[in-house]
């Protein structure tokens, strides 16, 4: 068991601790484990009912994080799944009671609504109005009628909700109770887990679950659930718990609801949003309009993988309710919903407003497409060395990167204007701009955007002289994108030396021994990279250990120098 927590027998006392400090609307009543609103004693001078939940620890941000104006008046918290002691319930009723009494909504658990019912009967005997909502909306077991009935899960949060802002707006206990239970009446929940959950005193998993297994119908306690399957896609098994929901609730086309999208611990937001995304999809597939949606971590099964979905019927009344203001942080408000998925025309980026410059010859323009093309597959054929040169000092996908890039400028080349090269590099850097990612991407896509433009202004894009300056033109982009400079341990290592022995002999030098000369300079600055601390980009981050490993995007300069040379030799 690996968990950031301090000792085992304090895990709850510290988290809510950590809970009232972190909020000034908070109190933690002394010796118990109830979070309490700080102006608990304004709301019985008001008359208004006090609402308490809670239950065993471990589904936070359930309960403590729903405390506040229009939500819960009082949490009471257990140990980690474990019900709290009649007494815990008792104190944080007889603290917040007024005249206007005490509504308890508790989950369905036998412990729950023993020690919340006992709690209960002895503060009736005190005097005090005190009534009871059992929330059971988990449909996965068995149908409503069983002895023990359905388990309360995470839909118990929207009679949280409906419940508080019922007695925000001022209605009688038997009001709020009744509104309470009407919504309780309407709600559907079912989850499923990709992984189990540790207890911390128990410190192993509740239960283990294959790779590729998972659990339908699961408890939040970590109990294993109805039945296990080999998993599938998100959108198959999303929409295997939204078919029981519908059918057990049975919503028809035209009904109104709204929908939570529960994260059960320890899954990713953005498979949520997946998730969120096929459950939307559903409701409006099966004619139920949903109103409003949540989508977050809202009742949890310790750090377990996985969620769960509720819908909740809802009229006119039961919406203002849920859309009603509170200051319940675990509460973000509800988002209307898209009823299709709505697509905004795109501005065409890609377009190219390239400068034009000269054109040049048909051969010379097939050579131009023979240098490209040998560039290209000298990426991609390097693609493995790259990628090892990028997982020893960075992240490894340099190599990856250069050969996607390359592939997009293969499958664009019989369509760029060759015979105009100054056109043509600036395609490619439209290309590059789309296709490359990382540090790499932009660096190249300024490279060869300045290059071009620097052609595009030369008398005739044909002699040396031309490529060296749109050489020198790229690398000076570079530099002002990228901060870097000679001796950083980059690409500049290997191309600003190249810029050099351009400029130094290019007046008089055939394009092949220019193109030599070049590749020369840049072997020579790759390899010197090999003795420069990283100052630059990802490597800068491992310091020392890059000391002795060539740069990887120097190394792939020196991969399109050597490719130019082959193509122009040929
Ligand atoms: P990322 O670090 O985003 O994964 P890539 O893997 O695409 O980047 O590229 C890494 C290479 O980028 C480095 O090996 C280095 O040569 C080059 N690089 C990083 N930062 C700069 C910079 N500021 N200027 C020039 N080149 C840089
Ligand atoms: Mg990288």
Redesign the pocket.
């Known amino acids: 068991m690996k968990k950031l927590i301090n000792a085992v027998n304090t895990v709850v006392e510290d988290m809510l601790e950590g809970v009232v400090l972190a909020n000034q609307g908070l109190v933690l009543l002394d010796g118990e484990n109830v979070v309490v609103r700080q102006d608990f004693q304004a709301l019985k001078a008001a008359h208004k009912v006090a609402i308490i939940s809670g239950g065993g620890a471990g589904h936070e941000p359930a309960h403590a994080g729903y405390v506040g104006q229009g939500m819960l008046t009082a949490a009471v918290a257990g140990p980690v799944f474990t019900s709290p002691s009649v007494d815990a319930v008792l104190s944080a009723i007889m603290t917040v009671a007024g005249p206007a009494g005490v509504l308890l909504i508790i989950k369905s658990y036998t412990g729950d609504r023993l020690n919340f019912g006992l709690a209960a009967e002895i503060a009736r005997t005190q005097g005090v109005k005190v009534e009871v909502v059992v929330v059971g909306d988990d449909v996965a077991l068995d149908d409503a009628g069983r002895a023990v009935g359905r388990r309360g899960i995470a839909g118990t949060v929207f009679i949280h909700k409906v419940a508080g802002a019922a007695a925000e707006a001022g209605l009688s206990l038997e009001e709020v109770q009744r509104e309470a239970e009407q919504a309780a009446a309407g709600l559907f929940s079912m989850g499923l887990g990709l992984s189990s959950c540790t207890v911390p005193a128990a410190g192993k998993p509740g239960f283990v679950l294959g790779e590729d297994e998972v659990e339908y119908g699961l408890g939040i306690h970590g109990e294993s659930g109805v039945r296990r399957e080999t998993i599938q896609s998100a959108d198959v098994m999303v929409q295997a718990l939204l078919e029981r929901i519908l059918e057990q609730g049975q919503f028809k086309a035209g009904e109104r609801a709204v929908l939570m999208v529960n994260n059960l611990g320890g899954t990713a937001a953005q498979e949520l949003d997946i998730v969120a995304r096929r459950a939307l999809l559903g409701c409006q597939a099966h004619g139920v309009k949903v109103e409003a949606v949540l989508v977050g971590t809202f009742l949890t099964a310790l750090e377990m993988a996985g969620c769960s979905l509720s819908l909740l019927r809802a009229d006119d009344g039961r919406l203002a309710r849920l859309q009603a203001a509170t200051s319940a942080t675990a509460w973000p408000g509800m988002t209307v919903p898209n009823r299709q998925l709505v697509r905004q025309p795109c501005i065409n980026v890609a377009a190219a407003s390239a400068e034009q410059g000269a054109s040049w010859s048909a051969a010379q323009a097939a050579r131009f497409k023979a240098v490209i093309s040998r560039i290209t597959s000298a990426l991609r054929e390097q693609e493995q060395k790259l990628t090892e040169l ?1 997982s020893v000092v ?2 490894g ?2 190599g990856i ?1 250069l050969a996607r890039g390359s592939l997009a400028i293969e499958e664009a080349l019989d369509g760029l204007d060759l015979e105009r090269p100054a056109v043509a590099l600036q395609q490619i850097s439209a290309i590059l701009r789309r296709a490359l990612g ?4 932009p ?1 190249y896509a300024v490279f060869v955007l300045r290059a071009g433009a620097s052609l595009a202004g030369a008398r005739n894009p044909a002699t040396v002289t031309s490529w060296s300056e749109a050489f020198s033109a790229g690398c000076d982009g ?1 530099v002002k994108l ?3 400079g000679m001796g950083d341990r ?3 290592d290997a191309l600003l030396p190249v810029a050099a022995v351009l400029k130094a002999g290019a007046a008089d030098a055939s394009a092949l021994s220019a193109a030599q000369a070049a590749q020369a300079a840049a072997s020579k600055g790759a390899a010197a990279t090999r003795d420069m601390l990283p100052l ?4 800068s981050y491992i310091g020392q250990r890059a000391l002795g490993h060539v ?4 190394y792939a300069v020196t991969i399109w120098m050597d490719a130019i040379v082959q193509a122009l030799s040929a």
């Open positions: 990028d960075g992240d996908d340099i990167s990382g540090t790499s991407g660096l570079i990228g901060g870097a980059t690409m500049l630059k980009g990802r490597s740069d990887p995007g120097a």
